[in-house]
């Protein structure tokens, strides 16, 4: 059974940074593609950013240039280092996997970020 497990959310003024973390289980991590999501409240949940087992990098617009996605197959943990936070990127961040069935529908339980003005 996958597990996946993020950490790092937390409340941070505009301008500042975090680095949110996910440690995964019950996969064969270093094939997997990995990614962080986000949901704010009264909205979908929208890719922020994805990262391939070949170590390709897909981000969403609105984060390219301040956020970046990485991953330690040695430690199954994929990172986003989020910097330049505005308060628009206030949401619950989700960590995902598309692993086995290449469908993006295995979710950790969600951190939250709040990023205040």
């Known amino acids: 059974q996958v597990r996946l497990v993020e950490s790092g959310g937390a409340l941070v003024q505009a301008g500042g940074s975090l680095r949110l973390s996910c440690v995964a289980s019950g996969l064969i991590f270093r094939l997997s593609a990995m990614g962080w999501y986000r949901q704010a409240p009264g909205k979908q949940r929208d890719v922020v950013a994805r990262?391939?087992?070949?170590?390709?990098?897909e981000y969403a617009a609105s984060v390219k240039g301040r956020f970046t996605i990485s991953r330690d197959n040695a430690k199954n943990t994929v990172y986003l280092q989020m910097n330049s936070l505005k308060p628009e990127d206030t949401a619950v961040y989700y960590c995902a996997t598309n692993y086995p069935a290449g469908n993006w529908n295995t979710w950790g339980q969600g951190t939250q970020v709040t990023v205040s003005s």
């Open positions: 990262i391939g087992s070949g170590g390709g990098l």
